[in-house]
């Protein structure tokens, strides 16, 4: 049973471009929701996506965006980066389960840095 | 909205031995759900154990265990039988049911637990 898969590993980019991270779930689950997680820190949420819809957003401005495909998979997309977007960028799929007891699983994470 | 606290300095516990790390949390959620994850240095975040706010009793998966102690709103994650591989960051973190299944995850800033041989 395939876990929650992320790519790439590792990525450099330079201020004010623009960066695309990808997602799979683990298999059955259809709801994929990204964090960021900045060195020392705590994940932070920034959106999820179900049924190809964002569904919930956090604090994060428009220049992160996203996508969830047919197939549960999704993208994340950052626009113009900066400097303070570097981080270790987490991807977790769930699937709703009764009486809420839904646990979201972690993929390993793609590290951003932003020079 | 909800808040986790996570103020424990770095950990050290020997080998073979039992620790607790601590945890608090506030929300105004009647319903919710805590979770405690692993994160080694490679960054994967891993799933420990989870305890529903109506559970009657304290959740238990193997060598990890929760106590729950709603009045005090604490969610201290218990690890027994401390392996070298349990050395990592854990992290304490809780969604609020009201708003509907699969919400957010709302994280502490973690602690780091360091076993010794």
């Known amino acids: 049973d395939a876990g929650v898969t992320q790519s790439p590993t590792h990525l450099i980019k330079t201020r004010g471009q623009q960066v695309t991270l990808r997602c799979s779930p683990k298999s059955g689950h259809d709801t994929v929701s990204w964090y960021q997680q900045a060195l020392g820190q705590g994940p932070q949420f920034i959106f999820q996506?179900?049924?190809?819809?964002?569904?919930q957003r956090g604090n994060f401005p428009d220049r992160f965006s996203g996508h969830q495909f047919p197939n549960y998979s999704s993208e994340l997309n950052v626009n113009a980066l900066l400097l303070g977007d570097s981080a270790l960028y987490l991807c977790a799929s769930s699937l709703p389960l009764a009486g809420g007891r839904e646990t979201q699983y972690f993929g390993p994470g793609t590290r951003l840095l932003v020079l | 909205a909800q808040k986790i606290t996570q103020t424990q300095p770095g950990m050290f516990v020997q080998e073979k031995e039992a620790v607790t790390l601590d945890c608090t949390y506030d929300?105004?959620?009647?319903?919710?759900?805590l979770f405690w994850y692993k994160q080694p240095s490679s960054g994967e975040m891993i799933f420990l154990i989870y305890?529903?706010?109506?559970?009657?009793q304290n959740a238990t998966e193997g060598r990890y265990s929760l106590n729950f102690q709603k009045a005090r709103k604490s969610a201290n994650l218990v690890i027994s039988a401390s392996q070298l591989g349990d050395s990592a960051m854990y992290f304490c973190a809780m969604r609020g049911m009201t708003t509907g299944a699969n919400s957010k995850l709302t994280f502490g800033k973690g602690i780091t637990l360091s076993v010794r041989p």
């Open positions: 996506y179900y049924e190809e819809e964002e569904r």
């Open positions: 305890q529903g706010s109506y559970d009657q």
């Open positions: 929300t105004s959620d009647p319903s919710y759900g």
